[in-house]
């Protein structure tokens, strides 16, 4: 069976037991065309690029399943008659392993925390410098600085600038 992902946004105006009930819904229309749902689950709200129907938020819900040609045709038909759904894409995956081998959403957040700092023997920290400036401070550029001189340039005005 082809390996298919489904994300639709959900209207703004739906509450959370309404919500879980459209997914479910959803992912009953997969089970009941003979598919496997591999997974399915719902993001956060989130803000949209561009408004849609003068929504500027929604609801945004992830599947991943495996079925036959028919289903995404079914699915496609009762995203568009559904007024929940305000946008829908379904992807057909030719190698679903690199798209189910990515971790979910939590465990990339997992993974983004910052590392815990693992204790310094004495002597080495006695030897590093106690002020470290941090990496994420901006470095504002001065009026003083002047672009190198680049190749392009005639040969006097390469002199004058030496």
Excluded: C
């Excluded at 929604?58 to 045709?73: H, S």
């Excluded at 990339?108 to 204790?119: F, I, T």
């Amino acid at each position: 069976m082809p390996f298919y992902e489904a994300m639709y946004l959900v209207h703004p105006s739906v509450d959370d037991d309404r919500l879980s009930e459209i997914i479910q819904r959803y992912n009953q229309v997969v089970e009941s065309g003979g598919g496997v749902i591999e997974r399915s689950g719902k993001w956060d709200r989130r803000r949209l690029a561009y408004p849609i129907n003068k929504v500027q938020e929604a609801t945004y819900v992830l599947m991943y399943f495996r079925a036959a040609p028919q289903v995404p045709a079914e699915l496609d038909r009762l995203f568009r008659i559904s007024d929940e759904v305000i946008r829908h894409l379904i992807i057909r995956h030719d190698k679903p392993h690199l798209v189910l081998a990515t971790p979910p959403a939590e465990a990339q957040a997992e993974e983004a925390a910052p590392p815990v700092a693992e204790e310094v023997p004495t002597e080495v920290a006695e030897e590093q410098p106690q002020s470290v400036e941090s990496e994420a401070e901006p470095v504002e550029a001065t009026e003083e600085t002047e672009p190198a001189p680049s190749e392009e340039q005639p040969a006097d005005t390469a002199e004058e600038q030496a």
